[in-house]
């Protein structure tokens, strides 16, 4: 079969088989993405660890620039995503080449441009993150190689967005646990060295995964030179990349808003709970991580949503967008309420897995204990928010992220503090996640039906 018709076949998978099946097929892989993405991560802290704390400290300074500049690619991703689905929806695939072309190309102009500003603004930012004068030598080594391959790592970004909104979830996460499996082998290599050759300590673990990542790109362009129509085989002129990078930027630039909310509140937040002890600290440190494991699945699910809410939309089909919706919000509830159900009680038992210590220990189980109970609210959020950027409505998904966290979350994190110390700064987060779940729940459910009766787009 023709790659054109593995294209074929994939639309018409969005776009008429049933919505349960659907959804599922393209949350498994991306399940299997996520997970071999955390691996990553840890590897990377394993085999950085078995040099001492002072490299591993220096590798966690790193995390916060990376964190930034991800998130700031992040919201091409998601726009190429929205764009790309929509316009597969409606079958123009010379739109869909020509979208796709145009943000891979402005990935890497983006890698280029921010490898250039990172390494100008490093100094600044060790300062800003309180970097001691012996670890600067080691995080500014590990940034260089970083910031070198930063175009290695905007570019599958977006190259694998660009697969999954044309239906294909599969790929990208096959070449993702590949990227995951040659870091983990080149680490102890280049970390330590192998034979005669020298291992370059804690800028080994910059350079294995440079090298990862350039395999994922060759991974995702040849998948997509493979699949006939998908990509522009020619440079683009000025004038076609400025008439594509008008839809792109419009969801770009207000996702990327989005997804900085976070870290920005986190700093806020942290800083708050620190008044209170270091065991609010290490509770939010040890409850974001169970946390980020519990919505994993609702992550991969609110990934898959984008292609499928996409193409039904541009192709017209609003009425089996909002049906996947549904489906998607009604399993994220029952996934979160029995997340709640589970750590209700066993909180102490997933507390004392990660410290000994009993201040942190308690502290830990009243975090996941009250913020258990919001779960499948966040994730109702999550799903509200990619559902207005895979339909062009961007700026709502940054309104309902930015009302949340600081009209919300923040005023009554700062007002629990107050009257319930420590707890109530999880309380606060609890209560603000459910209410702004609710709320989004409720604009997206008036929109999408309003939408679907109308026929309008």
């Known amino acids: 079969m023709a790659a054109g018709g593995t294209v074929a076949r994939a ?31 840890v590897v990377d802290a394993y085999f950085v660890g078995r040099l001492g704390g002072g490299q591993l400290a220096a590798l966690g300074f790193t995390f916060p620039i990376t964190l930034v500049l991800t998130n700031m690619a992040g919201g091409l991703s998601v726009a190429a995503t929205s764009v790309v689905s929509r316009a597969a929806g409606q079958g123009d695939q010379a739109r869909v080449a020509r979208t796709a072309s145009h943000a891979l190309w402005s990935a890497a102009a983006l890698g280029v441009v921010l490898a250039g500003v990172g390494m100008l603004t490093l100094a600044p930012f060790m300062q800003l993150l309180g970097v001691s004068p012996e670890l600067q030598p ?49 680490d102890p290599l280049l970390i330590f060295g192998f034979g005669p050759l020298p291992g370059v300590g804690l800028a080994g673990a910059a350079w294995a995964a440079a090298v990862s990542r350039a395999v994922m790109l060759g991974a995702f362009l040849y998948t997509l030179f493979s699949r006939e129509g998908t990509l522009e085989r020619s440079i683009p002129r000025a004038a076609e990349l400025r008439e594509s990078l008008g839809p792109l930027l419009s969801i770009a630039l207000p996702a990327t808003a989005s997804r900085l909310v976070f870290p920005v509140s986190m700093m806020m937040l942290t800083r708050l709970i620190a008044r209170h002890g270091p065991e609010g600290v290490a509770a939010l440190g040890v409850g974001n991580r169970v946390e980020s494991l519990v919505m994993m699945i609702i992550g991969a699910l609110s990934t898959a949503l984008i292609p499928f809410v996409g193409q039904n939309w541009g192709a017209g089909r609003k009425e089996r967008a909002w049906k996947g919706m549904r489906v998607a919000v009604l399993f994220t509830l029952g996934w979160g309420a029995a997340c709640w159900g589970v750590l209700l009680f066993a909180a102490p038992w997933v507390a004392s897995l990660f410290t000994p210590d009993a201040a942190v220990a308690a502290a830990t189980t009243s975090y996941l204990r009250i913020l258990s109970l919001s779960f499948g609210f966040q994730g109702v959020c999550m799903l509200v928010s990619v559902a207005f950027n895979a339909v062009n409505r961007p700026l709502v998904s940054t309104t309902l992220t930015l009302v949340r966290m600081f009209g919300l979350y923040l005023p009554l994190a700062y007002a629990g503090a107050w009257v319930w110390g420590r707890d109530g700064v999880f309380i606060a987060g609890s209560a603000a996640t459910i209410v702004g779940g609710v709320a989004a729940l409720v604009w997206c459910e008036r929109f999408f039906s309003s939408a679907a009766r109308s026929g309008q787009v």
Do not use: C, K
């Open 138 to 186: 080691l995080v500014r080594g590990y940034m260089t190689v970083w910031y070198g391959g930063l175009p290695l790592l905007l570019v599958p970004m977006v190259g694998s967005s660009v697969i999954r909104a044309m239906g294909d979830a599969r790929t990208p996460a096959v070449v993702l646990v590949v990227s995951v499996v040659i870091n983990a082998a080149l």
């Open 11 to 41: 639309r018409a998978s969005l776009l008429e088989d049933d919505i349960p099946r659907v959804l599922t097929a393209l949350t498994l892989p991306m399940i299997l993405g996520l997970a071999s993405t955390s691996l990553f991560n």
